[in-house]
T-cell receptor, first 112, second 114 residues
Framework: GEDVEQSLFLSVREGDSSVINCTYT??????LYWYKQEPGAGLQLLTY?????DMKQDQRLTVLLNKKDKHLSLRIADTQTGDSAIYFC????????????FGKGTSLLVTP | EAQVTQNPRYLITVTGKKLTVTCSQNMNHEYMSWYRQDPGLGLRQIYY???????DKGDVPEGYKVSRKEKRNFPLILESPSPNQTSLYFC?????????????FGSGTRLTVV
């Protein structure tokens, strides 16, 4: 079946860039999303990219999509301590009845 | 404000005592879904609904029921809860096809079954 993989942990220094990576198995993706979950909170949509795009930039966030390698990344520029959270990659596949398939999440820790 | 509202936020119950977690959205979305989140397992879909009276199983439906009698509401029913259903539950809604808005999630319900 469809699968979405992420590394589990990432630690960066405040002010550095963070790059969170995601790979997926099915090539029939339509939309790909990044969600942020802060402790004790729900999931907040950060950004998305449509499958016919290679890159999308939104303020400090840059999303890169390599369809050939089925690889998605989220770059956070000038990472702040408030960016510490769990980040989920989620893929919407055309053949999955609109189900959103999540990776297990990457815990980002930003240290001063 | 566009939102998905879940109730309750926290619930402690005993094994076998039927419970319902409510979910309501005010965005006129066709699609609604329930997920459970467990450490090390990420989010797994329980049930989903593409419209009123149309529901289907997700990846982990055992022990759960849902109904979609109205477009805005999608309650999750545990007829006989067991300790392995202790988890953090999220309701989500979207327009069909996800789109640029993605899925909107509720704040979550933390359920403990003892």
């Amino acid at each position: 079946g469809e699968d979405v993989e992420q590394s589990l942990f990432l630690s960066v220094r405040e002010g550095d860039s963070s790059v969170i990576n995601c790979t997926y198995t099915d090539s029939s993706s339509t939309y790909l999303y990044w969600y942020k979950q802060e402790p004790g909170a729900g999931l907040q949509l950060l950004t998305y990219i449509f499958s016919n795009m290679d890159m999308k930039q939104d303020q400090r966030l840059t999303v890169l999509l390599n369809k050939k390698d089925k690889h998605l990344s989220l770059r956070i520029a000038d990472t702040q301590t408030g960016d510490s959270a769990i980040y989920f990659c989620a893929v919407l596949w055309a053949n999955s009845g609109y189900a959103l398939n999540f990776g297990k999440g990457t815990s980002l820790l930003v240290t001063p | 404000e566009a939102q998905v509202t879940q109730n309750p936020r926290y619930l402690i119950t005993v094994t076998g005592k039927k419970l319902t977690v409510t979910c309501s959205q005010n965005m006129n979305h066709e699609y609604m879904s329930w997920y459970r989140q467990d450490p090390g397992l990420g989010l797994r879909q329980i049930y989903y609904s593409m419209n009123v009276e149309v529901t289907d199983k997700g990846d982990v439906p055992e022990g759960y029921k849902v109904s979609r009698k109205e477009k805005r509401n999608f309650p999750l029913i545990l007829e006989s809860p067991s300790p392995n259903q202790t988890s953090l539950y999220f309701c989500a809604s979207s327009s069909l096809g996800g789109g640029e808005g993605g899925y909107t999630f509720g704040s979550g319900t933390r359920l403990t079954v003892v």
